[in-house]
């Protein structure tokens, strides 16, 4: 049978790349990623958004869009000290153990958990040690471990920002690129979260900054800067953690893959994300072709949004070309395009205008006040709300996603 040179090449690649690793993690292998025992694995992945980076849109808010401002306005419906409370309860109540085994039981095989930087250092008081993202990515990760689901972890939020949008918590530019103090600070959340993790084999590894650079900034100045970073930022995790794969996204969204040269690290998957394209192999053949010309796995990291039959078919399209993916997102309020939906609350339509009002001054915040008592109740029964038991299953969007329209067994889902 005749074998091409580069599927020769690939395979040679594979089998010495499988021997240099180290054992017991998931690493690249040409363009493929494998698992610990290095065996090639399709990676099917779901995403935990909205838990460490709330976004306004799962609020079904739409000016207060960022985490910065729906924690703002949360303080003005509670008090900073009872807000405070309320975030404790909703971490704790939001991605539970209940939730880790219910994906499993789904039948994905992966996670990607997007964080905000602010869980894992403090830019106003550097030498002040924050330790709660740690403890909160321990206990996810624990119970992965035990539900053997595997975890990739995705800085959505970098110091400075990485995005120029509400997605990133930023002031509306990519100021990162720019700012060697926001570099600096990016490297050192990301070498305490990998010295933490480095020997943690249910870790697949770090997508290291999430859909960096917006469209509608001046791509030709910035871009340039986004793979000199990355060298700057893996080169350091290095020091501490040569185990776990680092993932690397392209500028505009993770979708612009031309400001790549060549693969620079052993162990990078390169990473592209799609919302609202066509669902056929012509959206995805930029990626392919990297992957094609430089020998190197790469991976959908976000996708979703979509009708049941869009995404039964941009699953179809990655699978047949070998992409791993992850869709978005896990949870959200009142949805039929994630695997569970989280009731919308009694009166809740009261807090959706109270955050689309002009709050810019405390005459404007005296005008539209809302009852503390009201707003107490109402985010209680949130925090009720978004418990997995209180939850319902999009049984016809996992079918699509996971089964593509064969019918499943969910009583015990």
Not at 224 to 252: M, T, Y
Request: charged share 25%; net charge negative.
């Amino acid at each position: 049978m005749f074998i091409s040179f580069y599927r020769l090449l690939s395979i040679i690649l594979l089998s010495a790349n499988i021997l240099l690793a180290q054992p017991g993690y998931f690493h690249t292998a040409g363009r493929e990623i494998v698992d610990p025992d290095g065996k090639p694995v399709l990676l099917r992945g779901i995403n935990l958004g909205n838990w460490l980076v709330p976004e306004g849109y799962m609020f079904k808010f739409q000016k207060t869009s960022s985490p910065r401002l729906i924690y703002q306005m949360f303080n003005e419906l509670l008090g900073n000290t009872d807000a405070a409370v309320f975030w404790k309860k909703f971490r704790d109540s939001y991605i539970t153990k209940e939730d880790i085994t219910f994906i499993k039981s789904c039948g994905f095989n992966s996670i990607r958990i997007p964080f905000h930087y602010q869980f894992f250092i403090s830019i106003d008081n550097p030498e002040v040690e924050v330790s709660e993202g740690l403890n909160l990515l321990k206990r996810v990760v624990k119970w992965c471990e035990e539900e053997n689901l595997y975890v990739i972890l995705d800085m959505h939020c970098a110091p400075g920002g990485q995005t120029g949008d509400n997605i990133d918590d930023s002031y509306g530019y990519p100021a990162l690129f720019e700012s060697e103090t926001a570099q600096e600070a990016t490297i050192k959340a990301w070498v305490k979260i990998a010295r933490e993790f480095k020997t943690n084999r249910t870790v697949i590894g770090y997508d290291l900054l999430n859909e960096p650079i917006a469209h509608y900034f001046n791509v030709e100045s910035l871009n340039p800067k986004l793979e000199p970073f990355f060298k700057k930022l893996i080169s350091e995790i290095r020091k501490v953690d040569d185990n776990h794969i680092v993932f690397i996204g392209g500028a505009q969204w993770n979708s612009n893959f031309k400001i790549f040269g060549p693969p620079f690290d052993k162990n990078s998957v390169y990473t592209f994300h799609k919302y609202w394209t066509p669902s056929d192999k012509s959206v995805i053949q930029e990626y392919i072709d990297y992957r094609e010309k430089f020998n190197v796995p790469i991976w959908m990291g976000e996708s979703g949004e979509n009708t049941n039959e869009w995404i039964a078919a941009f699953r179809k399209t990655l699978e047949e070309n070998n992409i791993g993916w992850c869709f978005w997102p896990y949870k959200k309020m009142d949805a039929t395009s994630s695997p569970v939906s989280v009731s919308r609350p009694a009166d809740y339509d009261t807090l959706i205008a109270y955050s689309e009002k002009d709050r810019s001054d405390y005459g404007k915040l005296r005008e539209h006040c809302i009852d503390k008592q009201l707003s107490e109740k109402i985010l209680n029964e949130y925090l009720e709300n978004i418990k997995l038991k209180n939850c319902r299953v999009n049984r016809e969007y996992i079918e699509a996603l996971l089964f593509a329209g064969k019918q499943i067994d969910m009583k015990n889902r």
